[in-house]
């Protein structure tokens, strides 16, 4: 799957919805991770104001079991 043009919260969006949890179960599983409380409230606005730095993200996706792959682009 191309996302090269979405944003953190419409990936963080869809990884939620492919593996049907909620954002709440999401927050659970990142604090456990991470050994830090994170507040949901403030979890919601860094998705949709587009402001999850790159850790945060890294972070969702081992959680979830995803990798993040950067690949250099076919010339055309």
């Known amino acids: 799957m191309n996302i ?3 944003d953190n919260g419409e990936i963080i969006r869809v990884l939620i919805a492919h593996n049907k949890i909620s954002q709440k179960k999401l927050i659970k599983m990142l604090e456990e991770y991470t050994k830090q ?3 949901q409230s403030t979890f919601a606005n860094r998705i949709w104001r587009n402001s999850m730095r790159l850790r945060e993200l890294q972070d969702v996706c081992k959680v979830l ?3 993040i792959i950067i690949q250099q682009r076919k010339k055309y």
Request: charged content about 20%.
């Open 4 to 6: 090269s043009d979405w």
């Open 37 to 39: 409380t994170i507040p």
């Open 65 to 67: 079991g995803y990798d």
